[in-house]
Structure formats: structure tokens, C-alpha cells
């Protein structure tokens, strides 16, 4: 694990003053701190130097536990889709493949723009960054992993990253779709008002995009 | 592979609980539905743990959308129901 120490805090309610987002002339002006934006941008590079260049298959696993797909970084990123595994062992290592070297190009173009301080997205660009900032949270974390925001708050390093890379992107996608921003906003609402009869407090995962959160 | 008649459903898992926008925001754009569609099918499947999200009328059309989804991050899994 190579990312640099992070200088930003986990993202919180001060996470504005790191990363910002906003509508203008059609297009998504995403604006970063310095180091902010230096680290997401090292976080990219590292997910395309490994799709550009993919591991060899780890050693068979001593333990039991260690059969999970997800312990390949391929397999975590791109998993079966099909429940059959005599179809999925056909068709899964071509599937793969071709997911590689689209996320491989996608990560390409949104390096291509140079620094992450500030960086103006078209709409016809938005899969590429939700899908690069994804696979770089998934390089570095399973998916089912929920004490991501728990070892964060510890200070790990590639879990301030994971929180940073879904911070971001929850920033971009609720700047693209204002409408989805309005919803989860009102689940948020609603969600608070469940807690207030309850006297419950909310999960430590239980969040939609950093901005909904209280 | 492909039975005759038989549908195709896209499921999610529960495994990217931790961002709803997210999960959101990738249906909207591969299925192309609205923004609180798209929150009611991501809300169904934090409820179940996994549910359809996508329905599709051979293999080829659902592994497309399969692609699509995993493209922008996500974990699909395909059923094919018993043929019609």
C-alpha cells in the first residue's frame, strides 16, 4: 500500500473546504485542495498501473478463508456474474478482460485532464469518473467491508482514501443528478424524524453521499 | 444457456451499503430511469440483501447491462427464470 499520507481529515461537515462541486454551463466544476486533489489523483494512477499491468494469479490459499474471489484484485473489481460456474468459468475470464481495459481507458482519460484541483467534467464524461473513483475504492476495499469509516477515524491510511473516494464521488453524482440529490435528501429527512420517535441513532455506515449527512 | 422464453433478471447485492448515491446514480444511467425509481430499486435491495434491479429478454441483453454495471463499479449477479 503506497498512498501517500493523507493530509485531509476524513471527510466530515469541514469537508467543503477540501472538495467542492457545482452546475456550470452543463458541465460539473469539481474543484480539490491541493493535497486532496493530489492524492485521489495518485489513488488513479495506481488503479491504472495495476489494470495495466495485472498481477499474476496469487499462490493457491492455505487457509480456507482465503478461497474468496475477492482476495484477487481482479475478481473484486469484476466478479462472477453468472450463478452458473461452469458458464461464469467459460465466459467470466473474456468478461473481465474487456471490463479491464475499459476501466484502463476510462482512468487514461480522467488522468488526462492533469491536476484534480480543479476539473471541469462533461456529462458524456461522468461514467468514467464514477467508474474510476469506484475501482479505486474497490482496489483498496472489499465491497462488503463496513469498518472502512471505523478504521478511518483511526487514521489508516487506505481508509481515509476509501472515505475521500466516496466522499468525491458522492459529490459528483449528486451534482449530476440534482433530482437524486432532492430524494436522498428526503430519505435523510425522513430517516432523522424515524430516529427522533425511536431515540435511535444512525448507523456509522448508514450514509448516502457525505452531503446528506447531518 | 439461454432457454427459450425464459427471462433474464439482473440482480444487486448488498455490498456497496455504505453509498446509496452511488448505487443510485449507476441505475439511472445504464437503465435510464428517473431519479426516485432509481432510489426505490437501491432502497429494495439494502431491505433484501439483494433483489432485481433490471429485467432483460435474453443473456445477451442482460450480460449488457451486467457489463454496464460493473463498468461503474457495482457487483450484478444474473437468474434466469423458469421460461414462460
Redesign the interface.
Known sequence: MSTPAMTPPVPARMAGEHAVAALREGRVVLTMSEDTAEVLRHLVVELATELAAPRPPSAPARRWWQHRDDQDLEYRLFPAVHPDPVVEARFGDERRAALRAEVLAAARRVLAVGSFSEVRIDPAEVPDWIAVLGHAQLRLARRDDLRVAARARRGRPDAVAVTWLVFVRGLLVTTVFPGLAGELRKLGAEATVRRSATGRRSAAHDLGSPRQRP | ?NAPGAKWSVLLRD????????V???L??TLHV???E??RRT?AVRGLGSAEVATAEDVGEA?AI??RL????L?????QEAGR
Open positions: 444457456m455490498d456497496a451499503r455504505n453509498d446509496i448515491a452511488t443510485a446514480s449507476a439511472m444511467l428517473s431519479a426516485d432509481a432510489l432502497l450480460e451486467a457489463a460493473q463498468f461503474l463499479g457487483s450484478p449477479t444474473l437468474f
